[in-house]
């Protein structure tokens, strides 16, 4: 019996499953292969490109299903890296070889590829300006299929100067393409302009996500919107690692999570649904106090992430703004070996029904000199459950936390206590922190109530 080869429909619209069209072509246990021609494609774009275009070996019906795919994730990062390693100081000329062959599969995947409309388009691999031209051609071409999520990962380390900067000439008026398809923007190791991150927001009625990170030029951007015509959904922000970052101001009614790196000047409202918050923020009362009294105006906040940068005088944290529905705070806080860790007992009380709360704490050095606070006139906190203690070591200021913790948070089911913090820059020589995990035992067992959980990392 011939077998009837079925023919890719270019429009892709779903065809009725008829059982004799099948019968003879495909085993009765093939159900996959008897499938319209658009599930095919969309359980293909769960897939890379190279896996999907892999499935043309299983029959002539898979041929040119591939390239068909909504979803082009062309990510390559994996070879760079192994690169990288392998030959860290000899290797360039392999990178730089590499580098070609990738936009040589980039251009190859791009000719070939036949659907009118794309969900996401990714760029992952090592590229710069060198590769201007190309990168260019690609993002044209994802913005001419209406992509809903572009994100683009160029992963280049070594020189902030060579980044290659999304171009002005495709937001100008020149070009006759339409953003509003646009719903998640991801730039990394991009340069991104102020007026580029402005331009999106103005002509992306629908973008619900934008995150920047590692961009040199960022450097005033403001995130604001939310009256006219065509108000500001935006719900996911991120810019971080942005060094040149001197100001940020949010202002966006739709966002629910949000994260900021910048110790300038910092300016956020007008966020009624904001649930989840990473953040920097000066050690000292008054930038806290400004910063609580910014975020008791967000009623649903739940989570918020503090990195809190010392300075060389740090004053003592007076009462707080609350946060009346906030369930977990994290604190990362690079502290001078004479500060004492109390003073965050300011953050806690300032979260009235807190659960959770994380402290990465790393020190600038490992001297005795303490001051001791007296913590006496703090009131009890009725609702913290899970503390968790990184940089733990032993001192007097560590065990003065943790009295604090067990003696005035007086539902605490768990205390998890670790030597080592999440961030590199906190971590301190591994001898030490084995000395630590002996030490914090001995005092810990003998020291904590029966009926809270002690954990140890």
Known sequence: MSRKRVRTDSNLQAKEFDKKRYTGYYKDDDRISRLPDDILVHILSF??????????????????????????NLDRYTDF????????????????NERRNYVTWVNRILRSHKAPTLKQFRISFGL???????ITRWLEFALSRQVQR??????????????????????????????????????????????????????CPL????????STELSNPRVCGGGGSSPLVLKHLEIVFCNGLKSLKVSAPSLTYVKAATYEELFIENMPKLVELHINCIDNDVALRRLFTALSRCPQLETLSLMLLSQEETNEICKLPQLPKLKKLEIQYAARDFETLIRLARLISACPVLEEFVVECGWAYLRKKHTKVDYAAITPHHYLKVVKF????????DLEFVNYIWEKCVVLEKLIIGPTCALEIFKGPRDVEQTAIKKGKRQLEALVPRHIELVYL
């Open 47 to 72: 897939l890379s490109v190279e896996e999907g275009a892999r499935t043309s070996v299983l029959s002539s019906r898979w041929i040119n299903l591939w390239k068909y795919s909504t979803c082009l």
């Open 150 to 203: 572009l994100e683009l990962d160029l992963i280049y380390y070594n020189e902030p100067l060579m980044y290659y900067r999304f171009p002005d000439e495709l937001l100008s008026h020149t070009f006759i393409i339409n953003f509003k398809s646009l719903r998640e923007l991801i730039f990394s190791h991009v340069d991104v302009s102020d007026g580029a991150i402005e331009f999106f927001l103005r002509n």
């Open 390 to 397: 990184c940089g733990y070591y032993g001192r007097p200021r």
């Open 207 to 214: 973008l619900e996500k934008l995150i920047v990170c590692h």
């Open 128 to 134: 710069n300006r060198k590769h201007r031209k190309s």
């Open 81 to 96: 890296k192994k690169i990288r390693r392998k030959h860290p100081t000899t290797g360039d000329m392999l990178v730089d």
